[in-house]
C-alpha cells in the first residue's frame, strides 16, 4: 500500500482538493473530540445599579459544549444568586468596560448562539443582565477542559469556583426590604428603544384630565428620570377621572408604582406607597393638603440670603421666604397671628444640589459621566457644572432628572409632616 493510500486509509478516506494535491485528512474525528470539551470562563461582576464593584466579586464557570449564550447567562445569574432571573440578557463580543447595547448590531452575541463555537483561549466577551439594574460582567474564556474532568457531570453551566461579596440584585439588605419574598413582575424596560418623554404634553394633558391624551404621552416612553413627575400626573388624573376613565389608568399606575420600588431615590417608597393605598381604596387617614408639589420643591431648592420657603397648612400655599418676610414687613395688623402659626417654615437643603450633581454624572455614559464628574470638583461648581451640562446637549435629560429628585424630596417632607397632597 503506498503512503498516501496508507495515510487515507488511517485517517477514514477523507480527502480535500488543494491544487494538485489530494490530502488525505483526519478532521472528523478531531472535530468529534474537540466538540466534547466544555469551557472554563472566568465572569467577573464590575459594575452594576450605577456603581463600580471593587475589587470585583466573581466565578469560574464550567460551561458544556451544548450550552448557548442564554443558558450561559442563566448559570451566572444562579451563580451571582439572582432570585428574580427573569430580566433580559444580551450579550457582545470584547470587552468595552460598559455595556450600552440594546437590540441587534456589530459585535452582539445572539442569546440562542452556541457558545462554544464563538470562543476559544483568551476570548473576552460581556454579559448584560437586566436593562434596568445594568450588572455588567466581563467574561474571559481561561481555557478548554477534557472530558475525562467532566464526564459525571450535567451538562448545564456550573460554577466551580467563587470569590468578593455578592450584591443583592435590587440593592435590598433584608427580608423587609420591599416585599423580598415575593418577586415583583418585571418592570417594562423604559430604556434602550423607549422613545423620549414629552414633559410639557404629560403635564398639559393632566392639567385639561384628559385621559387619552395623557396615557398616549407616556406610553412607550422612557419614564426612567420622571417616576415622580409622571406618577403625580397620572394619581391627579384618576382622581378626577369617573370609574370609566379610571380604568385604563390603572396600569400604567401600577407600573408607575413598580418602578419607584426600584429605583428608590428619596420619596419614592411614600409615591410608591401612595399609589398602591390609592388603586386600592385604602389612602391612610391624616391631614389631607391640595399642595403643588413643583412649587414646594421650587422652594426647597431656593438658596441664597434668605433661603427656603413657607406651607399654608390649611390652603396649602406655598411662599418663597423673601416674599413671606416682605408681606410681614407690610402687616402691622397683629390680628393675623392666629393665621400665622398655619406656616410652617421649609428648610433649603444646601447638600442637595451637589447630590443630584454627582447623582446625573454617575448615571451619564463613561465619556460624558467623566466629563461632567470633573465639573462638579472645586469652587463654582454649580455654574461650571450647568454650562458642562448645556454644551454636551444635555440640559433637558438633567432638568428632568434634577426635578424629579426635588419631587421626591418635596413628597418626603409632606410625609414627615403627616400631610398627604391631594
Given at each position: 500500500m503506498s503512503d498516501r493510500t496508507d495515510s487515507a486509509a488511517r485517517t477514514g478516506g477523507k480527502r480535500v482538493q488543494l491544487g494538485s494535491n489530494v490530502l488525505a485528512l483526519g478532521f472528523a474525528g478531531r472535530v468529534g473530540r474537540v466538540a466534547q470539551r466544555w469551557l472554563k470562563i472566568r465572569v467577573d461582576l464590575v459594575s452594576g445599579r450605577g456603581d463600580t464593584l471593587r475589587p470585583s466579586p466573581g466565578r469560574v464557570m464550567l460551561v458544556p459544549p451544548?450550552?448557548?449564550?442564554?443558558?450561559?447567562?442563566?448559570?451566572?445569574?444562579?451563580?451571582?444568586?439572582?432570585?428574580?432571573?427573569?430580566?433580559?440578557?444580551?450579550?457582545?463580543?470584547?470587552?468595552?468596560?460598559?455595556?450600552?447595547?440594546?437590540?441587534?448590531?456589530?459585535?452582539?452575541?445572539?442569546?440562542?448562539?452556541?457558545?462554544?463555537?464563538?470562543?476559544?483561549?483568551?476570548?473576552r466577551f460581556e454579559y448584560l443582565f437586566d436593562?434596568?439594574?445594568?450588572?455588567?460582567?466581563?467574561?474571559?474564556?481561561?481555557?478548554?477542559?477534557?472530558?475525562?474532568?467532566?464526564?459525571?457531570?450535567?451538562?448545564?453551566?456550573?460554577?466551580?469556583?467563587?470569590w468578593g461579596?455578592?450584591?443583592?440584585?435590587?440593592?435590598?439588605?433584608?427580608?423587609?426590604?420591599?416585599?423580598?419574598?415575593?418577586?415583583r413582575p418585571p418592570a417594562r424596560r423604559h430604556r434602550?428603544?423607549?422613545?423620549p418623554l414629552d414633559l410639557a404634553?404629560?403635564?398639559?394633558?393632566?392639567?385639561?384630565?384628559?385621559?387619552?391624551?395623557?396615557?398616549?404621552?407616556?406610553?412607550?416612553?422612557?419614564?426612567?428620570?420622571?417616576?415622580?413627575?409622571?406618577?403625580?400626573?397620572?394619581?391627579?388624573?384618576?382622581?378626577?377621572?369617573?370609574?370609566?376613565?379610571?380604568?385604563?389608568?390603572v396600569g400604567a399606575l401600577r407600573e408607575i408604582e413598580t418602578l419607584l420600588g426600584h429605583r428608590g431615590w428619596e420619596g419614592d417608597d411614600v409615591l410608591a406607597e401612595e399609589i398602591g393605598a390609592l388603586l386600592s381604596g385604602s389612602e391612610r387617614r391624616g391631614r389631607t393638603l391640595s399642595v403643588d408639589i413643583e412649587e414646594?420643591?421650587?422652594?426647597?431648592?431656593?438658596?441664597?440670603?434668605?433661603?427656603?420657603?413657607?406651607?399654608?397648612?390649611?390652603?396649602?400655599?406655598?411662599?418663597?421666604?423673601f416674599l413671606h418676610h416682605g408681606m410681614e414687613d407690610l402687616t402691622a395688623d397683629h390680628s393675623q397671628d392666629?393665621?400665622?402659626?398655619?406656616?410652617i417654615y421649609v428648610d433649603h437643603d444646601a447638600s442637595a444640589a451637589y447630590a443630584d450633581m454627582a447623582a446625573f454624572a454617575a448615571t451619564a455614559p463613561d465619556?460624558?459621566?467623566?466629563?461632567?464628574?470633573?465639573?462638579?470638583?472645586?469652587?463654582?461648581a454649580i455654574a461650571r457644572f450647568r454650562r458642562t451640562v448645556d454644551e454636551l446637549d444635555l440640559w433637558n435629560d438633567w432638568q428632568a432628572f434634577s426635578d424629579d429628585r426635588a419631587f421626591g424630596r418635596a413628597r418626603a417632607l409632606l410625609r414627615s409632616q403627616g400631610i398627604r397632597p391631594v
Open positions: 451544548t450550552a448557548t449564550f442564554a443558558d450561559f447567562g442563566l448559570g451566572v445569574d444562579l451563580a451571582f444568586g439572582r432570585w428574580d432571573v427573569t430580566r433580559r440578557r444580551s450579550f457582545r463580543a470584547g470587552w468595552h468596560g460598559r455595556h450600552e447595547r440594546r437590540g441587534s448590531g456589530r459585535g452582539d452575541l445572539p442569546p440562542e448562539r452556541i457558545v462554544h463555537g464563538s470562543m476559544s483561549r483568551g476570548t436593562d434596568d439594574e445594568k450588572w455588567v460582567h466581563e467574561c474571559v474564556v481561561e481555557e478548554l477542559v477534557g472530558r475525562r474532568e467532566t464526564v459525571s457531570r450535567a451538562p448545564i453551566p456550573v460554577p466551580i469556583l467563587g461579596t455578592i450584591p443583592d440584585q435590587f440593592g435590598r439588605q433584608t427580608a423587609e426590604d420591599q416585599d423580598v419574598a415575593t418577586p434602550g428603544t423607549a422613545r404634553a404629560v403635564r398639559e394633558a393632566s392639567r385639561a384630565d384628559d385621559v387619552a391624551t395623557l396615557l398616549s404621552a407616556v406610553e412607550g416612553r422612557d419614564l426612567g428620570a420622571a417616576l415622580q413627575q409622571v406618577g403625580d400626573a397620572l394619581m391627579r388624573a384618576y382622581r378626577s377621572a369617573g370609574a370609566a376613565d379610571q380604568a385604563p389608568l414646594l420643591a421650587e422652594v426647597m431648592a431656593n438658596g441664597g440670603e434668605d433661603p427656603g420657603g413657607y406651607l399654608h397648612l390649611d390652603t396649602g400655599e406655598v411662599v418663597h421666604a392666629e393665621d400665622d402659626n398655619l406656616w465619556r460624558l459621566g467623566g466629563i461632567l464628574s470633573v465639573a462638579i470638583r472645586g469652587r463654582g
